[in-house]
């Protein structure tokens, strides 16, 4: 087998050991499923493991893995041309489709996870962990860009960069996209009386047309199989040896003999395809609202902030969603202009999230993550333009191989430096460090800092409490959930444009109030805190507490809850309170006007909220911040602070 560049290997692997969800296999949880590898070796390597990078490829749900084969040889010629030679290129079909789902037909149930593929991903690379030289690409699209993300997540330094074709993952729900592709693969034909007629069907379609030629072959080729199948056990033709069909000499085995043809249906069949956009999760008796109360035990991913989750959702685009600032590798992001997956809000929402938490790349901001959108193109881009793709991966593969070999250099050069007896050692700057008092000095700094946290809480809430809109898209601001609590305290957060759930973020670039100091967004985030959440997720606290209502009056019954939880805090942590008397903070609460006051008054409370920050100064104390840290200090050694205060 081979295609125009590349010689191709097949290899089948155990898949990992049980999967996401019981009813992904048929009989048996610990059924040994497999996957099917395909391996392309350049036609010009002497050796498996010569040239300058491997890529892993990842598929989109219901396409074969062959699919990408035109893609994969166009990429080898551009990458070339511009001195950067493919090593190898790997690609296994999920466990559920393609050739793995004919492999493992008589063990598979009807509730697939897209989490299990990062897995088998993850064994096939440590299995061949000798072909998987540095530095490693990842290639996905759609689903498949998922399964990359996760699998980066899984394994941070894995990849050095990941090229996301119209992946999917969202803050919220998207079924309402999902189910009409859902609904139309559900009803659609899956039988043809032979390859010759599947052809000619295809062909018929407008969906199709659409494809690069080659692409269409392959699913020709791929995308079909002969019956009996498990699901289509009886034929109405006579089984015959089936020769390889392809409009590509070079992967053709024989010239097809129409005589020889027989009976064909989907190779993914339809039920696994449907089954993989949606997750069922239908009322009961004991769960009959499952949206917000699901069956703890066969649903207990739901996430009832997500949106609707029943009668059908999908967990995974969610959770990956949340975790996109934590990437590592550099991103290139190509979006479909006509899909649905890749609306403005959408990619926004993605540029702004991905890299920027802890451990990410740093995000678009610091050039690790940028969006190639084609306007003409929807969701198939690797299937309609094969060639713009390559082109496009390109530019941004190359001066990342570049910069992974400059710091590949600069760390081989000053590790070497180190003696190998010394390289297992701590380093003697290590040992003089580890050996002062530099965790009982960064212990008191956080005690003030948590301290001072503690009091702002209802000073935030009062001064800010006459703009519920705008603080409400705060906790719709991309960076909230994971870089906030990371912010300099003298650095102001602004809500982007392009957060705009409740059509709060136009706000942002219009007036001043809209500016908010890490300080301030920190509290507002802890009034929500309920006992068990995290800072994670202040989304789910926030809706929680307004209890759904989407009014103004709904709003307000959110400020009236957030400040008795943030008395609660206070109340919790008087011990912390050394930046400011409790009960002087309850009173200025106390006194601040309410919501009906009007914009004036609101700006007013804030701007005093904003200069008592900047200058750290407490409305009613008149020490001077020296004298002031000077008690401070002495009345956290008589409270005898030990631990590091819990954030709960």
């Not at 949880?29 to 890529?55: C, F, M, N, R």
Request: charged share 25%; proline share 6%; net charge neutral.
């Amino acid at each position: 087998m081979a295609t125009a560049r590349f010689r191709i290997k097949e290899h089948t692997l155990p898949a990992s050991h049980i999967r996401d969800y019981a009813r992904g296999t048929a009989d048996d949880q610990e059924a040994v499923l497999h996957i099917a590898i395909k391996q392309y070796i350049p036609k010009d390597s002497t050796h498996e493991d010569e040239g300058d990078v491997t890529v892993i490829g990842a598929h989109a749900n219901g396409f074969p893995k062959e699919l990408y084969e035109p893609l994969w040889d166009d990429l080898y010629d551009r990458l070339k041309a511009r001195n950067v030679k493919i090593r190898s290129i790997w690609i296994a079909d999920v466990s559920h489709q393609g050739q793995s789902g004919v492999l493992n037909e008589h063990k598979l149930g009807n509730d697939p996870s897209w989490f299990d593929h990062p897995r088998d991903l993850f064994l096939m690379v440590n299995h061949f962990r000798k072909h998987m030289k540095r530095p490693l690409i990842g290639i996905g699209h759609s689903a498949g860009g998922n399964h990359l993300i996760n699998l980066s997540l899984m394994h941070p330094r894995l990849f050095t960069t990941l090229v996301m074709i119209d992946p999917v993952a969202q803050r919220l729900q998207a079924t309402e996209g999902s189910s009409g592709i859902a609904g139309a693969s559900t009803v659609r034909r899956d039988r043809w009386p032979s390859r010759k007629d599947a052809r000619a069907a295809f062909g018929r379609s407008k969906f199709y047309q659409a494809w690069d030629p080659r692409v269409f072959d392959k699913w020709i080729e791929h995308g079909l199989r002969e019956l009996p199948t498990l699901i289509h056990p009886g034929s109405q033709t006579a089984k015959t040896t089936i020769p390889v069909v392809s409009a590509d000499p070079s992967t053709a085995s024989v010239t097809p003999d129409k005589n020889t043809e027989t009976e064909v249906t989907l190779k993914t069949t339809k039920h696994q395809e449907v089954l993989t956009f949606l997750r069922a999760n239908f009322p009961t008796s004991e769960y009959p609202d499952p949206s917000n109360n699901a069956n703890p035990i066969t649903h207990i991913d739901v996430d009832p902030a997500t949106g609707p989750n029943s009668p059908f959702y999908r967990p995974e685009p969610v959770a990956t969603h949340a975790r996109l600032p934590f990437v590592r590798p550099s991103v290139l992001y190509l979006f479909g202009g006509k899909s649905d997956v890749s609306t403005p809000m959408l990619k926004a929402d993605k540029m702004a999230s991905t890299g920027i938490g802890p451990g990410g790349s740093g995000g678009a901001k610091k050039g690790r993550v940028k969006e190639v959108t084609f306007q003409d193109i929807g969701h198939l881009i690797p299937m309609e333009v094969v060639g713009r793709t390559a082109d496009t991966a390109t530019e941004w593969i190359v001066p990342e191989i570049e910069r992974y070999m400059r710091l590949e250099e600069e760390h081989n050069r000053e590790w070497s430096k180190v003696p190998k007896q010394m390289k297992p050692q701590m380093d003697e700057k290590y040992k003089k460090m580890i050996t002062s008092n530099w965790a009982s000095e960064l212990k008191t700094g956080y005690v003030q800092k948590v301290s001072k946290l503690a009091a702002w809480t209802v000073r935030a809430l009062s001064g800010l409490q006459s703009s519920p809109r705008l603080l409400l898209s705060i906790f719709f601001h991309n960076d909230v959930d994971t870089t906030i609590i990371h912010q300099r305290d003298n650095e102001a957060v602004q809500p982007p444009i392009s957060s705009s759930y409740h059509r709060t973020s136009n706000m942002a670039s219009k007036n001043s109030e809209q500016v908010f100091t890490f300080e301030q967004m920190s509290c507002v985030i802890a009034a929500l805190l309920e006992k068990g959440s995290t800072l994670s997720n202040p989304t789910f606290a926030l809706m929680k507490a307004v209890e759904n209502t989407k009014t103004v009056s709904g709003y307000e019954h959110w400020f009236r809850a957030a400040k008795a939880r943030a008395k609660e805090i206070n109340e919790n942590r008087a011990n912390l309170d050394t930046a400011t008397p409790l009960k002087k903070t309850k009173a200025a609460a106390a006194t601040t006007p309410k919501s009906t006051g009007g914009k004036k008054r609101g700006r007013k409370a804030q701007a005093e909220v904003a200069d008592a920050d900047a200058n750290g100064e407490d409305e009613d104390d008149n020490e001077s911040p020296s004298k002031r840290s000077k008690r401070e200090d002495s009345h956290k050694i008589e409270e005898g602070v030990k631990e590091e205060p819990a954030m709960d």
